[in-house]
């Protein structure tokens, strides 16, 4: 873990902006000894609403994974903070994400009981949240630090998630139809 993982998991803003300052820090480096968590990540876990807002504002990706492909929308969702999700969701992250257990941020919400995290993914995937950045945007953050893995990861996730969509859309209008029509 680098010295700005740990300044981040601990919420100490002077110390977060003075090293972001020195700009011979990668805001996303991700550790090599939990998992591949980033920064962003630490300070979510932490619930360092502050040190998220300055990671985000010093363009740190929110669309990032670690080994376990948990985002750091992930983590908001899991551990309730609305607030934090919120601020993700504004900047850009990718809320239909799954990890490689095939849970998304909405999932994670749902299994822990956290229904304003739930309600505000729901309010987010039905366009109702409106955003600085969109998960789109990032593409562009892949393409200049010549990521294409990470282009290749959203564009898959995005896939996965619209063929998904069709496929419970279609699921949901054979029920309603009274199951008539039978899969091909």
Request: proline share 2%; aromatic share 6%; charged share 35%.
């Amino acid at each position: 873990m680098s010295l700005l993982h740990e300044i981040a998991a601990s919420g100490d803003i002077e110390r977060l902006e003075d090293l972001l300052d020195q700009k011979n820090f990668n805001r996303d480096e991700k550790d090599d000894d939990w998992g591949g968590r980033t920064p962003l990540m630490w300070a979510v876990i932490g619930g360092h609403f502050r040190s998220v807002k300055i990671l985000l504002e010093q363009e740190a990706n929110p669309n990032l994974h670690n080994e376990e492909g948990k985002t750091a929308a992930h983590f908001a969702a899991e551990s309730g903070r609305a607030d934090i999700l919120r601020l993700l969701i504004e900047n850009g992250c990718d809320e239909t994400v799954t990890d490689r257990h095939g849970s998304r941020p909405m999932d994670e919400a749902l299994l822990y009981g956290n229904l304003q995290c739930a309600e505000l993914l729901s309010q987010t995937m039905q366009g109702q949240i409106n955003r600085r950045k969109r998960p789109s945007d990032w593409l562009d953050h892949f393409n200049d630090n010549k990521s294409d893995a990470g282009i290749k990861h959203l564009k898959k996730q995005r896939s996965m998630f619209l063929s998904t969509t069709y496929r419970e859309h279609e699921e949901r209008k054979r029920r309603r139809s009274g199951g008539s029509k039978q899969k091909r």
